[in-house]
């Protein structure tokens, strides 16, 4: 297996765990923040899109609560992240600020991944913000989560984000130098492994240590995220956070840690999760011209190239494209109702905010969504 170049990738997810940004309970590193963030601004210049993942504030929480022991009870959990995040934002926005770069509070729950309407709303904003230059720093929505459906570990949530907006690479900062052999808390000799297949299962095995005293997931949730994050062809690094220069040279392929290799191109594994759905919620009769111009260019799909609509499909659903004569052309993830788009069927772009009522997407799928059957 060839070690992929890191210098080339564009859009990473940035994961910094609760055991590193907590100075081992002591409150917020604050230290430690400027200067991962001094690392992002700098990669931000060199182009790269970045989205947070923080973890960080049940145990900020606790701090500013004057609470010593993690509690158990989860009214007192989530009153604790509800505090903490404020501190979390706070130690964020005003580090980021001394490079003139905007943060973006976005908190997330399982409904919000896992909803399609939802998926769409997050998956756009983020890459609106991306656009502006913004860096979102993402969290579980912990407030409001219960037990049953909450994520639990941010290590999961990175992997999600990496999946929602085809991530390059997502970085999982943490308090050890990357996954080793086994835990070396346990075993000082264990080796660093610094390069591994993400769908290899023998990293289980090596992982199955458990957590520290403030982290959730410990190696395992790690190694998992990597495996999850591999679906959307996104590359997975896992490094210590309290090494110099540990993010900035990653564009140079010097990794401190270990690379978790995924197989395909985001985009590669985006079109391959298309064109893998089969359960289709409606259809959409294209003119010729729509036939021709998706056949051909890999455009986006807009209103005006759609003749007819049959289905009763939502915005985030699959839909099937056929031409006049009812062959399948390609099918992909649809961004109106089946009532809206009835409005904006054959409708340039200028004339869809009459139609609609209210200024939405443009395209009727976009064509990341968009897969030739
Ligand atoms: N094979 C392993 N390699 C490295 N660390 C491991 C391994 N197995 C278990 N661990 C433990 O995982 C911990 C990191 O996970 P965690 O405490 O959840 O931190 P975070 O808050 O950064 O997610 C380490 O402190 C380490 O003790
Ligand atoms: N949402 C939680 C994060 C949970 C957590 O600690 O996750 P992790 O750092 O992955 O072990 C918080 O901000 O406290």
């Not at 399609?116 to 983020?126: E, V």
């Not at 609106?128 to 409001?144: A, I, K, M, Q, S």
């Not at 799909?301 to 006049?324: T, Y």
Request: charged share 20%; glycine share 10%.
């Amino acid at each position: 297996m060839d070690k992929p170049s890191l210098s080339k990738t564009q859009r990473w997810v940035v994961k910094i765990g609760s055991a590193l940004l907590t100075a081992g309970g002591k409150g917020l590193d604050v230290e430690a923040i400027a200067n991962w963030t001094a690392q992002m601004a700098e990669l931000r210049q060199r182009g790269i899109e970045l989205v947070l993942v923080s973890s960080g504030a049940v145990a900020e929480g606790m701090t500013r609560l004057g609470w010593s022991q993690r509690p158990s009870s989860l009214h007192d959990l989530q009153a604790a992240a509800a505090v903490g995040q404020m501190g979390l934002v706070q130690a964020y926005e005003s580090c980021f600020k001394q490079y003139d770069i905007h943060t973006a509070q976005i908190l997330l729950g399982h409904d919000d991944i896992s909803a399609r309407d939802r998926y769409l709303n997050a998956r756009g904003t983020i890459a609106r913000l991306l656009e502006l230059g913004v860096v979102p720093v993402v969290n579980e929505n912990d407030t409001v989560v219960t037990d049953e459906i909450r994520f639990g570990d941010n290590d999961t949530l990175g992997a999600l984000v990496a999946n929602l907006i085809d991530a390059d690479l997502l970085v999982i900062l943490t308090d050890q130098q990357g996954l080793f052999a086994s835990d070396p808390r346990a075993n000082p000799d264990a080796e660093l492994i610094s390069f591994a297949h993400a769908n290899d299962a023998s990293l289980d095995a090596m992982a199955s240590g458990g957590s520290g005293a403030l982290g959730r997931g410990g190696m395992l949730t790690k190694v998992r995220a990597a495996r999850l994050a591999a679906r959307s062809g996104t590359h997975t690094v896992i490094a210590g956070g309290a090494l110099k220069n540990v993010l900035v040279d990653l564009v140079s392929d010097k990794v401190q840690g270990t690379l978790l290799v995924a197989e395909q191109a985001p985009l590669a594994a985006r079109k391959q999760w298309l064109a893998g759905q089969s359960q289709m919620c409606g259809s959409l009769q294209l003119d010729d011209g729509a036939v021709a111009m998706l056949r051909s260019s890999g455009k986006s799909l807009l209103p005006v190239g759609v003749a007819a609509i049959s289905g009763n499909f939502d915005r985030g659903d699959f839909v099937v494209c056929v031409d006049a004569k009812g062959v399948a052309v390609a099918r992909g993830i649809v961004n109106y109702s089946a009532a809206e788009a009835q409005k904006i069927i054959g409708k340039g772009s200028a004339a869809m905010q009459g139609a609609l009522g209210y200024q939405g997407d443009v395209e009727l799928i976009h064509r990341d969504n968009l897969v030739l059957v």
